[in-house]
């Protein structure tokens, strides 16, 4: 049997830690009487070690000669109405990677088959090597003033591309490839945002359809990297993203990770018991206190995470404290962020929630790049410009409003002209500056550009859900034909129209992101909502790229990067109807003639030219005079 050594003076990090010659492990648990480890061999043999404890709910122990690739989980005993139940095997929420997937059976749910064992079922945390070769690798530390973003999947990514090697495509080692990264280098994007790389698992009802969750946002691991996305899963996940971050670092790029802190893929209280529903889930999940078998659900997903209680505080920040020091990552993108910010009163969002004065006081995290998706559905759910000083923001406001001028429904210059300079109505209250709007047109979540200039309306029959999901309102233009045309006018007003999106994004003030595969023309052939679609609906297809798109996007990111005017960080002064004695920027009619009171207030236009001063404030701008 293993042999357990506890040296009680010394504190006890959670997780697994291999020191070279065994492994600690610490779980916290307050509502347990009893943690066993259970090591998993090869053969199928299950050793058990009770751990000692608890102290202050962390239950510890060490094992000698337990290394790196070692499969592990937890066996909890507590009371049943906690989550407790020795019969589910659990993956550690510090597990640094898990091995294999979920198989669903009745054995994984609590109400199910609570006396069933569910080890044969489940994945397995996995002890992993903390030593990597960084070879000198120099984050890139690009500021938010000069950031592309550029949004992309691992797989989908890769996983076509005709010059990355077959058994790489898909894969971390994938995006890592030279002729990928030549490509993000040539656009001129500086950060790569890759769709959630957290260990996620699909949904059950997915895989009755033959589908799964490709987009990802439904995780069980918030610190190990998806093993999916590697070539092997014992650990050699983590190997191969740190191979990924090196080797973007070394080309000047910045990776953002999307990270989902607000649910778990334990779904609701008839979900599968798998990690932390098991180890305390009254500490983990908000339920309603009217009837506290119920869960409170702000996220549409079954479950909301509890980011008002401590252990789930600790558990957050330390999952994004490892990304950044033991994963090198840049930044991240928070999925439903509002949710993390309901504190005490799960019905309100607080700026001023412990969260987020966490981070804000965190040594390591206060200097990497927050981004907010700032809504979830819960009430007081849409938030954007309501996020605290130094968090970016995905501006929905500006998506929206560019999408209605180049369909033509909506031509409110004042509207438009706030758009385009930073959206100060949103941020300047706040003395947020303009990099705090992170401009987008497309994203993930939507119609590509392609179809965003092809379909009036969504194509999600291969869903599964008869064509329900997915926004119903687009702000969608065909440019008179719906789908697929032959019409060469068709097509070339469908080209410029996506010239124009793009610009508009590069163009205006704030940070702006692209989304992957839209310089080179791809279609979802009309699918808005494709989360379920891991297949060619959304995987980029190399062999029909836009080469005279690409030259475009990549003209205009050199055009941004050329001209310190186009990457302000503070306010424009002559913003629509101020008076200032020295303003650095003018409006224009179609004419050449200057905006007046009555153009602002009549407000529209099909056309409206905007004048950017650089030397008003050099040296930020060079001391050049340009117009935009």
């Known amino acids: 049997?293993?042999?357990?050594?506890?040296?009680?003076?010394?504190?006890?990090?959670?997780?697994?830690?291999?020191?070279?010659?065994?492994?600690?492990?610490?779980?916290?648990?307050?509502?347990?009487?009893?943690?066993?480890?259970?090591?998993?061999?090869?053969?199928?043999?299950?050793?058990?070690?009770?751990?000692?404890?608890?102290?202050?709910?962390?239950?510890?122990?060490?094992?000698?000669?337990?290394?790196?690739?070692?499969?592990?989980?937890?066996?909890?005993?507590?009371?049943?109405?906690?989550?407790?139940?020795?019969?589910?095997?659990?993956?550690?929420?510090?597990?640094?990677?898990?091995?294999?997937?979920?198989?669903?059976?009745?054995?994984?749910?609590?109400?199910?088959?609570?006396?069933?064992?569910?080890?044969?079922?489940?994945?397995?945390?996995?002890?992993?090597?903390?030593?990597?070769?960084?070879?000198?690798?120099?984050?890139?530390?690009?500021?938010?003033?000069?950031?592309?973003?550029?949004?992309?999947?691992?797989?989908?990514?890769?996983?076509?591309?005709?010059?990355?090697?077959?058994?790489?495509?898909?894969?971390?080692?994938?995006?890592?490839?030279?002729?990928?990264?030549?490509?993000?280098?040539?656009?001129?994007?500086?950060?790569?945002?890759?769709?959630?790389?957290?260990?996620?698992?699909?949904?059950?009802?997915?895989?009755?359809?033959?589908?799964?969750?490709?987009?990802?946002?439904?995780?069980?691991?918030?610190?190990a990297p998806h093993n999916g996305y590697a070539t092997a899963d014992r650990g050699q996940q983590v190997n191969e993203l740190k191979t990924m971050v090196r080797e973007l670092h070394r080309a000047g790029i910045e990776v953002i990770c999307d990270v989902v802190f607000n649910h778990t893929a334990e779904g609701g209280p008839m979900g599968p018991t798998l990690s932390l529903r098991g180890f305390d889930d009254k500490a983990y999940y908000r339920h309603d206190p009217a009837d506290p078998s119920r869960y409170l659900d702000v996220t549409g997903c079954g479950n909301t995470v509890d980011a008002s209680n401590r252990d789930v505080l600790r558990l957050?920040?330390?999952?994004?404290?490892?990304?950044?020091?033991?994963?090198?990552?840049?930044?991240?993108?928070?999925?439903?962020?509002?949710?993390?910010?309901?504190?005490?009163?799960?019905?309100?969002?607080?700026?001023?929630?412990?969260?987020?004065?966490?981070?804000?006081?965190?040594?390591?995290?206060?200097?990497?790049?927050?981004?907010?998706?700032?809504?979830?559905?819960?009430?007081?759910?849409?938030?954007?410009?309501?996020?605290?000083?130094?968090?970016?923001?995905w501006n929905g406001r500006y998506r929206d409003a560019l999408r209605d001028f180049w369909k033509g429904t909506d031509h409110s210059l004042p509207r438009l002209a706030r758009r385009l300079t930073g959206s100060a109505d949103l941020y300047l209250h706040a003395r947020r500056s303009p990099t705090a709007s992170v401009n987008f047109i497309t994203s993930h979540d939507g119609f590509t550009a392609t179809d965003l200039v092809a379909y009036e309306h969504k194509r999600n029959e291969a869903n599964g859900e008869d064509n329900r999901d997915g926004d119903d309102h687009n702000r969608s233009w065909n440019c008179g034909v719906e789908g697929p045309s032959d019409d060469p006018g068709v097509n070339e007003l469908r080209a410029r129209q996506r010239r124009n999106l793009v610009a508009s994004v590069l163009l205006s003030h704030g940070v702006p992101m692209l989304l992957g595969g839209d310089e080179l023309g791809r279609t979802q052939r009309g699918n808005n909502n494709a989360y379920c679609q891991d297949n060619e609906i959304s995987w980029v297809n190399w062999a029909t790229a836009d080469e005279e798109l690409i030259r475009f996007v990549a003209h205009v990111t050199g055009l941004r990067r050329d001209h310190p005017v186009l990457r302000r960080t503070r306010w424009l002064t002559g913003r629509p109807n101020e008076v200032t004695d020295r303003p650095d920027s003018a409006w224009f009619t179609p004419s050449g003639r200057p905006m007046e009171t009555d153009d602002w207030e009549r407000g529209y236009a099909r056309a409206v030219g905007l004048a950017l001063d650089g030397r008003a404030v050099a040296p930020e701008a060079g001391g050049e005079a340009e117009t935009a």
């Open 1 to 223: 049997m293993p042999r357990v050594l506890v040296e009680p003076a010394r504190p006890h990090p959670l997780g697994a830690h291999y020191d070279g010659a065994g492994t600690s492990f610490a779980v916290t648990s307050r509502s347990a009487s009893r943690v066993q480890l259970c090591l998993l061999d090869d053969d199928g043999t299950e050793r058990r070690v009770d751990l000692h404890g608890p102290e202050d709910g962390v239950w510890h122990g060490r094992v000698d000669g337990v290394g790196p690739g070692q499969r592990y989980g937890y066996r909890v005993h507590a009371a049943f109405e906690s989550g407790g139940n020795p019969n589910k095997l659990l993956v550690d929420p510090y597990a640094q990677a898990v091995a294999g997937a979920l198989e669903w059976n009745d054995a994984v749910f609590q109400v199910r088959q609570p006396h069933e064992d569910s080890a044969p079922y489940v994945p397995h945390s996995v002890v992993v090597n903390p030593y990597f070769d960084w070879s000198e690798s120099i984050r890139p530390r690009t500021p938010w003033s000069d950031t592309v973003i550029y949004e992309a999947h691992v797989k989908g990514l890769t996983a076509l591309h005709p010059d990355v090697p077959p058994e790489l495509r898909g894969t971390y080692l994938g995006v890592a490839c030279p002729p990928v990264i030549e490509h993000l280098q040539r656009l001129g994007v500086t950060a790569i945002e890759l769709l959630p790389i957290q260990q996620f698992l699909s949904e059950n009802r997915l895989g009755e359809q033959g589908l799964s969750n490709y987009w990802g946002y439904n995780p069980l691991a918030w610190l």
């Open 316 to 393: 957050v920040m330390d999952a994004l404290r490892h990304w950044v020091t033991e994963l090198h990552v840049d930044g991240f993108r928070f999925d439903l962020a509002v949710t993390l910010g309901r504190d005490g009163d799960p019905r309100r969002f607080d700026p001023g929630a412990t969260f987020f004065d966490l981070v804000h006081q965190d040594p390591v995290l206060r200097d990497v790049k927050l981004i907010a998706e700032p809504w979830d559905i819960g009430h007081d759910g849409y938030q954007v410009g309501g996020f605290p000083s130094g968090w970016g923001e």
